[in-house]
């Protein structure tokens, strides 16, 4: 298993290469993006750290997020293939890696 630690200077870095090519997308392609963060958004707030969950709550972490992985990491284009092509849900690993997300986080979540 293997442990990335992403920094608020990784986030940032990555929000302002999105926001620099922003300007090229299509009304579409910047919906859907919208919608991905939503999900994101909604999946971090609502997040209990339920058993087993993909997202977790972690107090006291040294980064904002620490990505676990066990497998080699799709590419980007796969991963968004897998995203929205309808079908049913893989299961965890199917496509490579297993991926666990944990999120810098207090008791009361």
């Known amino acids: 298993m293997a442990e990335v630690n992403v920094s608020e200077s990784d986030i940032v870095s990555l929000r302002e290469r999105l926001a620099g090519i922003e300007a090229e997308w299509s009304e579409a392609e910047r919906a859907l993006l ?53 079908g049913p849900l893989p299961e965890p690993g199917a496509y490579g890696a297993t991926l666990s997300v944990n999120i810098v986080g207090s008791d009361g979540g």
């Open 34 to 86: 919208a919608a991905v963060f939503q999900l994101a958004i909604e999946a971090i707030h609502r997040t209990a750290d339920p058993p087993g969950g993909v997202l977790s709550r972690v107090p006291g972490q040294p980064t904002p997020v620490v990505v676990v992985t066990e497998g080699p990491l799709p590419s980007v284009r796969e991963q968004f293939d897998r995203a929205f092509t309808p």
